[in-house]
């Protein structure tokens, strides 16, 4: 069975950035909102999160502060099924 995830580039790149904006409008639209104007002052998309996922974990201990860890997990939950080894840096980065 392939993990979802398991094609390098764009593909997971996208898929990655996907599954961000969903799980963050899951969480509510002016929280996704704001994370997207930190996230525009950055130059950075969603599917940008993938390279540069501290951009990310800046835009959510600024919006979260100590409960930053609530998106990172529901993030994380998320991705789940995608290959681990194409995303431990993004997980990484993202939960600092």
């Known amino acids: ?3 979802i995830g398991s094609d390098n580039g764009v ?3 996208d898929a990655v950035g996907a599954v961000i ?3 963050l409008v899951s ?6 909102d704001m994370i997207v104007k930190t996230l525009k ?5 969603f599917a940008d999160c993938f390279e540069r996922p501290e951009i990310l974990n800046f835009a ?10 609530i998106p ?3 993030i994380k939950h998320e991705l789940r099924d995608f290959n681990p080894r ?4 993004f997980l990484d980065g993202l939960s600092q």
Do not use: P, W
Not at 60 to 69: G, P
Not at 86 to 89: D, E, G, P, S
């Open 1 to 3: 069975m392939s993990k």
């Open 60 to 69: 959510f201990k600024q919006l979260y502060s100590k409960d930053y860890l």
């Open 11 to 13: 593909g997971l790149r």
């Open 41 to 45: 002052k950055h130059n950075c998309s």
């Open 27 to 32: 969480l509510g639209q002016s929280n996704h």
């Open 21 to 23: 904006e969903k799980t």
């Open 72 to 74: 990172v997990n529901k």
């Open 86 to 89: 194409k995303i431990a840096r």
